[in-house]
Every structure is written in structure tokens, then in C-alpha cells.
């Protein structure tokens, strides 16, 4: 069926979706799967069964661990590390730059890491330089503005530890 929205294969380990851009450089593991409309950039490392939903922008340089699984509408800016098994939830958008202005030639970039089996919900954000901890909880619609310990359960704007231990 011609212009139909069905997956291309480009390999027997990995499926990209024929309106997805994967930059050559990229390095994708078994069973990674990228929907139509997102773009992986160069050099970016992805693990075993790593699904990225559609209309995704992974930046250059990025690393995302196995088992992770990035859903519709996220952004994650250039050098983000993503440990294994992490979800995030639909538009969720990690943030780099503290002092974002057209032409600044003093850009600093802080990308965001996020540890093992952590879990980020629906449309949150994440500011610069946040490190989420192992097992972490981020609600829905939270805006992360310093770093998660371990386990913790954050929620809210801006978000707090709300003693929840996962």
C-alpha cells in the first residue's frame, strides 16, 4: 500500500520507521525501535530493546540504557544520560541551559542524567544538570528544579519530596 505508516526494517536486529532520522554515526542495540518523526542524533548510544515513541528528538552524543522506553513528544538535549529500564512519560522535556538566549557565546551545557528504573510521568521538566536517582518517581506535570535522591517520589511545581519511597 503505497505512503502507508507501517515500520521499515533496516536491519534484523533494530526497526526504524521509515519517517524517523537516525543519524549514521547512531548505535542502536537488538530489538530498538524508532517511530515515525524522531530524530536520533550522531554518536548516540542506544541499548537493547530501547523504544523511542514518535516525534522524539534525542540529541547528539546522548546514551540511553536497555530496556528504556521514551515516550511520544520528548525532548532530550545533546550528551543526556538515561540509565536502564527508565520510562518517560509524553512530552516530557529535559532542559540544558540555564540561560537560554539566541546567540549566547557563553552556552554552558548541563544535560540531564537519570539513573536506573527510574520513572518520569506525563509532560514533566527537567532543568539543567538534574541527576534523577536509582528508583526515583517523578509525578505527572512535575518541574524538576534540583536533584532526586534515590527512591525518592517527587511531584508538583516546583517539585518536592513527597516521602513516598518506591
Known sequence: ?????????????????????????ASLGRGVIVYPFSQVGEAVLLGERVVIGSNCYIGDASMIGAGTRIQHGCFLPKRSRIGERVFIGPLTVFTDDKRPY??????????????????IGAGCVILPGITIGKHAMIGAGAVVVRDVPAG?????NPAKDNGGKR
Open 102 to 119: 539566541a546567540g549566547n557565546r557563553n552556552y554552558n551545557a548541563q544535560p540531564p542524567t537519570v539513573e536506573d528504573d527510574v520513572s
Open 1 to 25: 500500500m503505497a505512503g502507508a505508516m507501517v515500520p521499515e526494517m533496516t536491519a534484523q536486529e533494530f526497526t526504524i520507521h521509515q519517517y524517523a532520522v537516525v543519524r549514521r554515526t
Open 152 to 156: 525518592a517520589t517527587y511531584y508538583g
